[in-house]
């Protein structure tokens, strides 16, 4: 079974990480990801992507 996130409605995608993980914040940032407030965590750092800011790309 395929899915299509983008057809379902998938606004965005949310990351985590911890705020000593250079590496991963590195990457996030990289792929486009934005640092948003975390209101829940105050030892994680969030992170955020809007899915149309790419274009999507068929399921295999």
Same mark, same amino acid.
């Given at each position: 079974?395929? *899915?299509?996130?983008?057809?379902?409605g998938m606004? /965005? *995608? &949310?990351? #985590?990480?911890?705020? @000593?993980n250079?590496?991963?914040?590195? $990457?996030l940032?990289?792929?486009?990801?934005? #640092?948003?407030? /975390?209101a @829940?965590? $105050?030892e994680?750092?969030a992170? #955020?992507r809007? *899915?149309?800011?790419?274009?999507? #790309?068929p &399921?295999r």
């Amino acid at each position: 079974m395929q *899915v299509n996130v983008f057809a379902a409605g998938m606004v /965005a *995608v &949310i990351a #985590r990480t911890e705020p @000593d993980n250079t590496a991963s914040r590195r $990457v996030l940032e990289a792929a486009g990801f934005v #640092r948003t407030p /975390a209101a @829940d965590s $105050v030892e994680h750092l969030a992170y #955020r992507r809007s *899915v149309g800011a790419v274009s999507p #790309r068929p &399921i295999r």
